[in-house]
């Protein structure tokens, strides 16, 4: 193939059906823990019609496979869905999360560059030494 390594070959590249694997554990975890979701974010002080009513919001009241179906069509459409303990949507979070994500990547990316330039000059400088092994 050319020398060209296909984009699924790739070990940092992830298939869909990897994704859905990982957040499949995630949905698992949620089921299984020991505290109601809507009696949480209802609060301590909530009626019961309130916690019926936030279960029947997030799709509480729905059988698990439903949810589950739900849960990956939104993963398929890359829907992140809204986040009901700040009241906005997830891609308002992700997007005030953005700037200080890329000063972490640029600044990592500075980093990664200006070390390996420098093992590279050294190892060149100075074949079979330690540092040229390392």
Same mark, same amino acid.
């Given at each position: ?36 979701? #809507?009696?949480? /974010? ?9 916690? %019926?009513? &936030?279960?029947?919001? !997030? =799709? ?34 992700? #997007?005030?999360? /953005? ?9 990592? %990316?500075? &980093?990664?560059?200006? !070390? =390996? ?18």
């Amino acid at each position: 193939m050319n020398g060209v390594t296909p984009c699924c070959a790739s070990p940092y590249r992830t298939r869909p059906a990897d994704h859905v694997a990982h957040h499949h554990g995630g949905v698992r975890l949620f089921f299984i823990a020991p505290n109601d979701v #809507a009696r949480t /974010l209802a609060g301590r002080q909530a009626t019961p019609e309130t916690v %019926a009513r &936030i279960s029947q919001r !997030l =799709g509480l009241d729905r059988p698990i496979w439903e949810q589950y179906l739900d849960f990956i069509g939104k993963a398929v459409r890359r829907d992140p869905g809204y986040d009901y303990y700040h009241q906005v949507p997830v891609t308002e979070i992700m #997007a005030q999360a /953005l700037p200080i994500t890329l000063s972490l990547v640029v600044g990592a %990316a500075i &980093i990664w560059l200006v !070390l =390996g330039v420098f093992n590279g000059v050294v190892s060149a400088i100075r074949p079979r030494s330690f540092i040229d092994r390392s």
